[in-house]
């Protein structure tokens, strides 16, 4: 409400909000990349106020909390020496997928209002040479789950120059797209076809390690933020490849034959909530995964980042003896991805701010008429001014439909004022 009122939006009541929120936006936020962490944030504000008791065990937990994220931070630094002092030995990378970058970005006023197209771009980082590739592609390519970020992985495991058998990725926690059954069957799969002999897969505390590729798209949004305009994705790649000077971002356009649907792969696995010994494990608390050729069809769990117990969980489907490395990977998307009619329209309507020599890209887009322009899809891992943006959009279109009068223009130029005068740092 305080905001609304400092830039001058209309206002609505905080039930109002609320509601819009909750509905629209029920989904799993992720941190913002340079705040700090839930728990953290969570123990410091009820400290104060718990009983004795159960305040000593909260303090034992983020104590415990505290050595893990402390000891994740420790391991990240010790594979990344090890590939650099031996790259025959091991090959360590960061993945990452940058916010989405809205297509086309212009600054416009009116364009605030509209919703864009979405550019992705999924950073694989090198630890050892501490180079990067970047693999980019617009919504109208390829979507951003787990089989998206799969196939930019296979394509990184085909182009990049890894002379080790062994690999050690580390990633965030976000289980639509790195923690899943997709990406382990990506794992199970690289080891059938015998591209590597063992893999770990990490997931570092969010919040409290900082990732490599955090820094890569630091650099990415630095030369992002001096440019009022970018037209399409092809300009946002060739920003993102000039983006660093000194050992330069290796930009890679995913094409409709690049992704594929790991449906055939993740078919020949058996979710077991039970270790082999016959624990239960549960699949968000894992810290690490590891995979190897010695045991082809199970994985390996550890809950923590130290040298702890690893408990084996054997994956093998019965009564389906396919191997892994014979099965064909299938295109995941027949054609272009349509977007929902009402963003198409919405981007259509700037094209008058686009020089015509942009227009093909969008000319091209196709409208999906069955698909709602909710905002569930839209506003994951966006930056704060267009996660604005979008609710105000979302609020707006309510306020058509509940009172048939639209906002007048010069609200509207208020309200854009406002929000070129307070720039959101992302
Ligand atoms: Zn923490």
């Known amino acids: 409400m305080e905001v609304a009122a400092e830039k001058g939006w209309s206002k609505v009541t905080e039930t109002y909000y609320r509601r819009i929120f909750t509905e629209n936006f029920n989904i799993g936020f992720r941190l913002p990349r340079t705040d700090t962490c839930k728990t953290c944030d969570e123990y410091t504000m009820q400290s104060k106020s718990l009983e004795a008791e159960e305040g000593e065990q909260r303090t034992k937990e983020w104590e415990d909390h505290k050595r893990k994220a402390d000891s994740a931070f420790k391991l990240l ?24 970058m809205p297509t086309p970005k212009l600054s ?3 364009a605030f209002y509209k919703r864009k197209l979405w550019t992705y771009n999924l950073c694989v ?8 590739f970047m693999f980019m592609w617009p919504e109208t390519v390829g979507g951003r789950g787990s089989s998206d970020i799969g196939s930019c992985l296979l394509k990184y495991f085909e182009l990049a120059d ?13 289980a639509g797209q790195n923690k899943n059954y997709n990406i382990m069957s990506l794992w199970l799969y690289l080891i059938s076809t015998g591209k590597f002999t063992e893999i770990r897969h990490c997931f570092p505390i969010s ?3 900082m990732m490599p590729c955090d820094r890569d798209f630091g650099s990415i949004e630095q030369q992002l933020r001096k440019r009022q305009y970018v037209y399409t994705p092809k300009d946002y790649m060739d920003i993102v490849s000039q983006a660093r000077v000194h050992k330069p971002f290796t930009v890679v356009e995913m094409t409709s034959s690049d992704f594929v649907s790991f449906d055939a792969l993740s078919d020949l696995l058996v979710k077991r909530h039970k270790t082999n010994a016959g624990n239960n494990w549960n699949f968000t608390e894992v810290c690490q995964f590891r995979f190897s050729s010695e045991m082809p069809m199970s994985v390996e769990i550890t809950f923590g980042f130290d040298d702890e117990e690893w408990q084996r969980v054997n994956l093998q489907r019965r009564g389906r003896p396919t191997r892994m490395s014979e099965v064909v990977l299938k295109q995941r998307y027949e054609g272009p991805r349509p977007v929902p009619k ?4 919405d981007v259509l309507s ?11 890209f969008y000319r091209n887009v196709t409208a999906d008429e069955r698909q709602t322009c909710t905002l569930q899809n ?6 704060q001014t267009t996660m604005l943006s979008l609710i105000w959009l979302k609020m707006e279109s309510e306020k058509t439909t509940a009172t048939g009068k639209r906002t007048t223009a010069a609200e509207k130029r208020k309200a854009t004022k406002a929000i070129k005068k307070n720039p959101k740092k992302p």
């Open 77 to 100: 630094r010790l594979e990344t020496e090890k590939a650099a002092e031996n790259p025959l030995a091991q090959h360590t990378i960061c993945f990452d997928l940058q916010q989405a």
């Open 108 to 110: 416009s006023g009116p």
């Open 125 to 132: 980082h090198d630890c050892g040479s501490k180079t990067a």
């Open 162 to 174: 890894i002379a080790s058998k062994t690999l050690v990725a580390f990633s965030d926690n976000c």
């Open 207 to 209: 919040g409290h390690t």
């Open 342 to 345: 009402a963003k198409l329209d």
């Open 350 to 360: 700037l094209l008058r701010f686009v020089p015509p020599v942009h227009h093909d």
């Open 378 to 383: 839209e506003c994951e891992d966006v930056d």
